[in-house]
T-cell receptor, first 114, second 117 residues
Framework: TQLLEQSPQFLSIQEGENLTVYCNSS?????LQWYRQEPGEGPVLLVT?????EVKKLKRLTFQFGDARKDSSLHITAAQPGDTGLYLC??????????????FGKGTKLSVIP | NAGVTQTPKFQVLKTGQSMTLQCAQD?????MYWYRQDPGMGLRLIYY???????DKGEVPNGYNVSRLNKREFSLRLESAAPSQTSVYFC????????????????FGPGTRLLVL
């Protein structure tokens, strides 16, 4: 099993602050996805990154895929209460890694306080 | 379009009882998945179906069986429920055009919360 470690596990910030959450592994992934999950609902895809060094922006969210394709980060600028939720990263290993299963991290639970 | 729907939303079972979790998607997707989500464990794949008529084991298949009834429906069965199967179960689907494991978007249902006493 290819492990994805997410940090921090919990994050509580005030509205308007900036934050970064991380997704790290010792394994190489062909692609990496970020999902957001709200209480009582299923995860919803935010972005997919497939190229080492790739940076994608989605309004106030900036996603980066590490050059070595082993890590990713999600940066939120000026957080809003609507950003509250569980952020999950999920990686697809290279075929040579021995597994085709989409691996999920345990998530970062973000609370944005008004 | 409803997307991915799951029934029931909540269920309480006694140890040893059986039940089937239902999942249906209306997006004409080829691939479907069953995950369980436990505190501190993240999402773990139980079974998947690359296409109608095929199913394969995921990371944690023990104690479960699945049926891909048709292209729309993918059910998960617990034959003899155990307390360790208390969890939130999510069904998901994806287009499956690149093969079942590719960087496609997976669309998740709202989940079934199962408590086994």
């Amino acid at each position: 099993t290819q492990l994805l470690e997410q940090s921090p596990q919990f994050l509580s910030i005030q509205e308007g602050e900036n934050l970064t959450v991380y997704c790290n592994s010792s394994s190489v992934f062909s692609s990496l996805q970020w999902y957001r999950q709200e209480p009582g609902e299923g995860p919803v895809l935010l972005v997919t990154v497939v190229t080492g060094g790739e940076v994608k922006k989605l309004k106030r969210l900036t996603f980066q895929f590490g050059d070595a394709r082993k890590d990713s980060s999600l940066h939120i600028t000026a957080a809003q209460p609507g950003d509250t939720g569980l952020y999950l990263c999920a990686g697809l290993p290279y075929s040579g890694a021995g597994s085709y299963q989409l691996t999920f991290g345990k998530g970062t639970k973000l609370s944005v306080i008004p | 379009n409803a997307g991915v729907t799951q029934t029931p939303k909540f269920q309480v079972l006694k140890t040893g009882q059986s039940m089937t979790l239902q999942c249906a998607q209306d997006m004409n997707h080829n691939s479907m998945y069953w995950y369980r989500q436990d505190p501190g464990m993240g999402l773990r794949l139980i079974y998947y179906s690359a296409s109608e008529g095929t199913t394969d084991k995921g990371e944690v298949p023990n104690g479960y069986n699945v049926s891909r009834l048709n292209k729309r429906e993918f059910s998960l069965r617990l034959e003899s429920a155990a307390p360790s199967q208390t969890s939130v179960y999510f069904c998901a689907s994806s287009e499956g055009r690149r093969g079942v494991f590719s960087w496609e978007t997976q669309y998740f249902g709202p989940g079934t919360r199962l408590l086994v006493l």
